[in-house]
């Protein structure tokens, strides 16, 4: 930029990224607002402490309560380009044939869709607690066949709790694609919600293998209750825009596969 912006005006630059995208890159807002690294993280801090935003690594996330789930129409908005990327790689992962447990969210929707462009697609069988993504899947001319759990429906266009997490403990699954909500070295993989939380531990216990599919914007982020610890998961499929630090942590415990996108991460 030509003329370096005051502080106010880049954090509200920085503030209306977050709205729109609900993320953003540390390097991404050095590039836009010509500064240094230093001066846009005292301007995530500022912002933080406001409570605009949240701090993660590499960025700033918008901000929610470790409770609070945000809706399946906003979180669709978020990541596109690097949700599109992790979708088509995850499905790269399923086999013909293979019995398939798919979570609600917007990441897993977009595996659904991409699960459609596989030649065997009619051949896998796939248990769901995702209306959307069984819409997804029932509308091809050549479905595979489908179970949706049933359950009491979230924001996020989940089906959770005991009916759901019942159905889950009859089924003998090959492979779980597995949507979070937050990740975090310690903490691992985290739900905003007990009844979401306790669905998706039940879809673990069902499971031979477990995919995380989940946007590098979830890194840092602690939701209200531990879904699984990092043992549990056999791969992550994130896209590249994850901390060097936290590739570095998850190398060392599960097999991570990065999805890249054309632009680069965002």
């Given at each position: 930029?030509?003329?370096?912006?005051?502080?106010?005006?880049?954090?509200?630059?920085?503030?209306?990224?977050?709205?729109?995208?609900?993320?953003?890159?540390?390097?991404?807002?050095?590039?836009?607002?010509?500064?240094?690294?230093?001066?846009?993280?005292?301007?995530?801090?500022?912002?933080?402490?406001?409570?605009?935003?949240?701090?993660?690594?590499?960025?700033?996330?918008?901000?929610?309560?470790?409770?609070?789930?945000?809706?399946?129409?906003?979180?669709?908005?978020?990541?596109?380009?690097?949700?599109?990327?992790?979708?088509?790689?995850?499905?790269?992962?399923?086999?013909?044939?293979?019995?398939?447990?798919?979570?609600?969210?917007?990441?897993?929707?977009?595996?659904?869709?991409a699960l459609t462009r596989l030649p065997h697609v009619a051949t896998l069988s796939v248990l769901t607690n995702s209306p959307p993504a069984a819409d997804i899947l029932f509308a091809q001319p050549h479905a595979p066949t489908l179970v949706v759990t049933g359950g009491e429906p979230t924001p996020s266009a989940a089906l959770v709790g005991p009916v759901a997490a019942s159905v889950c403990s009859t089924f003998h699954l090959d492979t779980l694609v597995l949507g979070v909500s937050g990740m975090d070295a310690a903490a691992g993989l985290t739900s905003p919600t007990l009844a979401e939380a306790d669905t998706l531990a039940a879809f673990l216990r069902a499971s031979s293998r477990v995919v995380v599919a989940a946007d590098s914007s979830k890194w840092g982020t602690t939701a209200l209750r531990t879904i699984a610890g990092w043992d549990a998961v056999d791969v992550l499929v994130t896209d590249d825009g994850l901390p060097a630090d936290a590739l570095e942590h998850l190398r060392d415990v599960v097999d991570v596969r990065l999805a890249t996108t054309p632009e680069g991460p965002r």
């Open positions: 930029m030509d003329t370096p912006l005051l502080a106010d005006q880049r954090r509200a630059v920085i503030r209306d990224a977050v709205a729109r995208a609900g993320a953003v890159r540390m390097a991404d807002l050095v590039a836009r607002l010509g500064v240094s690294e230093m001066t846009i993280r005292r301007d995530i801090a500022a912002l933080a402490e406001l409570g605009v935003l949240s701090r993660v690594h590499g960025g700033a996330v918008a901000r929610t309560g470790s409770a609070t789930e945000p809706a399946f129409t906003e979180k669709a908005t978020r990541a596109g380009a690097q949700k599109t990327a992790i979708a088509r790689a995850v499905a790269d992962l399923v086999p013909a044939g293979t019995s398939l447990g798919l979570t609600a969210g917007t990441t897993t929707a977009a595996v659904a869709t």
